[in-house]
């Protein structure tokens, strides 16, 4: 079994022989899991999953791009929102790229490409209908410019800065802030 438990926000943590807690929050640890793997998981699939399922409420037919797609949170959202059926695009590092091409997404080189140049470039200057920030600071700002116009939703895990919501705004999206431990509560 593994789960997230306990051990951050101020909840007692799981070092421990035994431990109470909510059956829902556990899973039972798949044998090609390392106990590493399956210690690292809950944490970020409970992020991936609050942010691409039940913030964005991603569905096949979407066009969903993913920042930071062969990070902790983004590699998880790109493999949930193509198992989703959405058409998956991630922001990578050139050196990456082969990590989101493995999950199926479609890598998108940030250094290379402005926001404005893999919009125009990926959705005809559409926007995606769903955008996940996992790195915050100036990629919330570059999430605001990737949102599709009216329809489109876009998502922070890391959503505490002081950046203007005026770009979203000005597209008519909404945007919704993920934190990870509202699950545990």
């Given at each position: 079994m593994y789960?997230?438990?306990?051990?951050?926000?101020?909840?007692?943590?799981?070092?421990?022989?035994?431990?109470?807690?909510?059956?829902?929050?556990?899973?039972?640890?798949?044998?090609?899991?390392?106990?590493?793997?399956?210690?690292?998981?809950?944490?970020?699939?409970?992020?991936?999953?609050?942010?691409?399922?039940?913030?964005?409420?991603?569905?096949?037919?979407?066009?969903?791009?993913?920042?930071?797609?062969?990070?902790?949170?983004?590699?998880?959202s790109v493999q949930l929102a193509k198992a989703r059926g959405a058409d998956v695009f991630a922001t990578v590092s050139a050196e990456k790229r082969h990590v989101v091409k493995a999950y199926g997404a479609t890598p998108i080189d940030y250094r290379a490409l402005s926001t404005e140049q893999h919009v125009e470039l990926h959705t005809a200057g559409e926007g995606f209908d769903a955008v996940y920030d996992t790195v915050g600071g100036a990629t919330i700002d570059a999430s605001f410019i990737a949102v599709k116009r009216y329809t489109g939703h876009a998502v922070s895990c890391l959503g505490w800065s002081t950046r203007s919501l005026a770009p979203l705004s000005f597209r008519g999206a909404t945007y919704s802030g993920v934190f990870t431990l509202m699950p545990l509560h």
């Open positions: 789960g997230l438990v306990g051990g951050v926000g101020g909840l007692q943590g799981a070092l421990a022989e035994f431990v109470a807690v909510n059956a829902e929050l556990l899973a039972l640890k798949s044998k090609s899991l390392t106990m590493r793997e399956a210690a690292a998981l809950p944490l970020i699939r409970i992020t991936a999953w609050e942010g691409i399922a039940n913030r964005a409420k991603v569905h096949a037919g979407q066009k969903v791009l993913v920042h930071a797609g062969a990070g902790g949170v983004g590699h998880i």
